[in-house]
Structure formats: C-alpha cells, structure tokens
C-alpha cells in the first residue's frame, strides 16, 4: 500500500523542520512520500531543502484567510496522481510519533475501515517541551483527554462524528475519492473538519480511532476561545449551519457570545460591531 503523507503549510517553518525530522526518524522513514502544499509562502521550499527533505513541495498563490480545505484537497489530488493508496493528514505544528504512520497503515488493513476516518490519539506538547523530539518525545505522551486513546494494537469504533479533527487521520485514496475531500466553502480557521466528517457520517462511513497513531502537538501561544480568528469562525459557522441545518464549534459560539463578541440563535448568527 503506497502512503502518501500531507502536509499543509503558510508560515511555521520551525515546525515544519520538527516534522520533517520526526518522519525521518520514524519507522516508515524511506517507505512514504511526503507532499507539502505552500499557502502563499515562497520560503518553504527552501525550508524544505535545509531540512534535508525529499518532499515534493507544491505552491498555492497566497490568500487570506488561508485557504486550508482547498490547500489539502490540492495536496490529495497530487498524492493520489502519484499512486497514493492511504492518505495520511498531519499540520504543520505535529511531529509523527516513530509508529504513527505505520499504524495508521495496520488499521487501513483491518476490515471494516476501507470506508472509514481514521484518528490518532494527540498530545499537546507545553512551552517546557519546546526542542523535544525522537525518544524524548515519546516520555511526553499524554494525548488530549477530549478524544479516545485505545491502547497500541487495538483499533475502537467511534459513533460521535463531531469529535473527528484533522491536524492527524488517514484516509484510503478510495474512501478519499468518494467523499470529495474538504467543502471549500470554508476558508480560514474552523469548521471545515467537522464538515469532513459530516459528510462521511452522512455518506454511512466509519469513525475509527487507532491506538498508539501517536502525533504531537509542538507548543505555540494560543488563546482560548480562539478570538484572532473570530471572523473566520462566524463566517464558517454559518455555512456549516446552511449545509447541516445546526451549529457547529458551539464551545467556542458560546465563549464568544459570554464575551459578548457575537450573538448566534435558531438560524442567526452574527458578529455585535463594538
């Protein structure tokens, strides 16, 4: 099974030498292509390059909000062209764990996941944990509580669709094909992975989680609701609301509107102007 892995990028170089690192250090290192997709950044190329990576490195003109859906089907479309066969997903800020990927590929052998999104189990990594990496890395695992962990070798069924994120999945070329990847309706921040795995649950596809698919999360400030990216989410929460009929992110809508930042109801939402 030929793996691809995508990775979608503006900004962030630092990071991108981290995972570029990681995947070379893991256990499926020289086994997999790895395809990055430049939103609007004519540096990483040479990013890329210093890093020692082979990956193909795909530029995309630059917008704002970053275009994140239409970057990642971009990349998926070259995979495939390239006789990809399992798609793996990781954002630019994550360093595969050293088994990550080849867990993902045990997992897509399984039956019952041809039609199904498969997680890995994500630890975020604190300011301390900054230059961490290989074995050490390994010490820090302490995956996001807010989603499964299934021990390593095990591989649980999932029923709540609104838990799947995209910083870290596979996907069968296959199953890819069939969803027509990311709604790139959505641009900017928020709502485009809900929307992914809406479609999947509607299409009647699997939500697996796979344990020991370990990524992490490297450190970078963030605020908590994410108020940078506001208009982003408003604009995103709306379309996901005029394809699903409901609301998606409501943690965040419901920070917000404790903020006073934005009103949202039934079928309204929008931004109170200061």
Not at 30 to 44: F, K, L, P, T
Not at 194 to 204: P, Q
Not at 229 to 235: E, F, K, P, Q, S
Request: charged share 20%; with cysteine.
């Amino acid at each position: 099974m030929k793996i691809v892995l995508v990775t979608v990028v503006s900004g962030r170089h630092e990071h991108l030498s981290a995972q570029v690192r990681g995947l070379g250090a893991s256990t499926s290192a020289g086994r997999i292509e790895h395809i990055v997709v430049s939103m609007g950044d004519s540096a990483i190329g040479e990013v890329l390059a210093r890093s020692g990576s082979a990956a193909m490195c795909i530029d995309m003109p630059a917008q704002t909000p970053l275009p994140l859906a239409r970057a990642r089907n971009l990349g998926a479309a070259a995979a495939i062209e390239h006789g990809a066969e399992l798609l793996v997903f990781l954002d630019v800020d994550c360093i595969p764990g050293p088994d990550m990927i080849d867990r993902y590929h045990c997992a897509a052998t399984l039956p019952g996941s041809e039609r199904s999104l498969l997680c890995g189990p994500v630890t975020y990594l604190k300011e301390k944990d900054i230059g961490v990496e290989g074995e050490a890395l390994t010490l820090l695992t302490s995956p996001h509580r807010a989603r499964p962990n299934p021990p390593v070798d095990t591989v649980e069924n999932g029923d709540n669709f609104d838990l799947f994120w995209s910083l870290s999945f596979a996907v069968t070329a296959r199953t890819w094909t069939e969803l027509g990847g990311f709604c790139e309706d959505y641009t900017g921040y928020g709502g485009e992975d809900t929307d992914f795995a809406a479609t999947a649950e509607a299409s009647g596809m699997g939500l697996r989680w796979v344990g020991g698919a370990h990524a992490y999360h490297q450190f970078h400030p963030v605020s908590d609701p994410p108020v940078e990216h506001l208009d982003d989410i408003v604009a995103n929460a709306r379309t996901f609301f005029d394809r699903w009929g409901r609301w998606p992110m409501v943690g965040w809508l419901d920070a917000f509107a404790a903020r006073g930042l934005l009103e949202y109801g039934d079928s309204e939402i929008h931004r109170r102007l200061d």
